[in-house]
């Protein structure tokens, strides 16, 4: 049995973080059901750094994560984790009141530009005129480099002495003596601390500690990639339907195109549905002179929301040693230097920084109880 003073179960972003931070102050192990870490979400997903996307605690997170994704500690990578990526958010006639919301969700906290006309087709040389006739730019928006920043954490974590398990899903917990006893694949361990990391399986892993479920629900994502049909990319942004119907952004060589549905579904290794593709195909083309002849690949991928839509970040208050981090949704991998950062702070009881003090009672779980 190896003895650990916290076992973070899921090894995706948000468990691959949160032992990262947490091997700084305590021993820690990680164990992932899966046999490559980050398989069901975190290595499908089309990461952006964006502070227009959400409000409210999100944003604030979000904020708070910036320094870490733009100024990443040293070893931590060899590659930037960021690389420009604007964000253009278009609009029809009837969607202009859509982009007026956008600008006072954003209320100041970062830069966002008008565009029309000829600004809109030199953007996007793609888009139909005739359809699209406004616009709003997030210049300084940012890709994230997903493989280099999981990685970037799981290789800090183990420095740090964290031991790392994949395929070894969690088949029983139990709690004697004040400490949790957990047997993940073939090993077994003990440990104070338990961090619920497990994504869509989050509730699945509660249950099997004796604690009461969140509700959290997982959704599917489809995605494709398709030809630009002779349109040179360089200087392309992501363009983003105003009421975000679909979304299509630049990729090496090629586009890569998507619904942004939120479809419920039961956690599992989930596959695309045809349907999805095609509407979203209408909808890209709809937009677009593009015709879409040919789909070169088409993958989906789960995003996990909490009943209110916030990040579950913080100790259960029904249970002694089991902490949440669940219910990431779309902004899991852009927030988790600080989703990770609050963690290990509340873990090892260390005081918290300002920003995210300011967001701790937001995102506990003690408002969904």
């Not at 979304?247 to 195109?257: D, H, R, S, T």
């Not at 995003?303 to 902490?323: C, M």
Request: proline content about 7%; aromatic content about 6%.
């Amino acid at each position: 049995m190896e003895r650990v003073d916290a076992i973070v179960v899921g090894a995706g972003i948000a468990g691959a973080s949160a032992a990262y931070a947490l091997a700084e102050h305590l021993s820690v192990a990680l164990v992932e059901r899966e046999a490559i870490a980050g398989y069901h979400t975190t290595g499908r997903s089309a990461a952006l750094y964006t502070e227009s996307y959400e409000k409210g605690p999100v944003q604030l997170l979000t904020l708070a994560s910036s320094g870490f994704l733009r100024r990443p500690p040293d070893g931590f990578t060899t590659e930037p984790l960021l690389s420009p990526l604007p964000v253009l958010y278009v609009a029809t006639e009837a969607q202009r009141a859509t982009l007026d919301r956008i600008v006072t969700d954003v209320a100041g906290r970062t830069e966002l530009r008008s565009v029309e006309g000829d600004e809109l087709a030199t953007l996007c040389p793609a888009l139909r005129r005739d359809r699209i006739v406004a616009g709003l730019l997030e210049p300084a928006a940012h890709e994230i480099d997903v493989h280099a920043l999981h990685q970037g954490f799981l290789r800090g974590a183990r420095r740090r002495g964290a031991t790392i398990w994949l395929d070894a899903p969690v088949v029983a917990i139990g709690r004697t003596s004040g400490r949790w006893h957990v047997r993940a694949g073939e090993r077994s361990f003990a440990a104070e601390v338990i961090v619920d990391a497990a994504g869509a399986w989050a509730d699945e892993v509660a249950a099997m500690a004796g604690v009461t479920p969140i509700g959290l629900t997982p959704m599917r994502r489809t995605a494709f990639t398709f030809d630009p049909e002779g349109h040179d990319l360089t200087g392309w942004p992501i363009v983003v339907d105003a009421d975000e119907r679909f979304y299509f952004k630049p990729e090496v060589g090629q586009l890569m195109g998507s619904l942004a549905e939120e479809t419920p579904i039961e956690p599992c290794d989930v596959r695309p549905e045809e349907i999805d593709v095609a509407l979203a195909i209408e909808r890209i083309t709809r937009a677009t002179d593009f015709e879409i002849r040919t789909v070169r690949r088409t993958w989906a991928g789960l995003r996990t929301f909490a009943p209110d839509r916030l990040p579950v970040v913080g100790a259960e208050p029904s249970v002694a040693g089991f902490f949440w981090l669940a219910g990431q949704g779309g902004y899991g991998i852009m927030t988790s230097p600080a989703m990770a950062q609050l963690t290990a702070a509340l873990v090892a009881d260390h005081e918290l920084p300002p920003e995210l003090a300011e967001v701790r009672a937001a995102v506990s779980p003690s408002r969904l109880r």
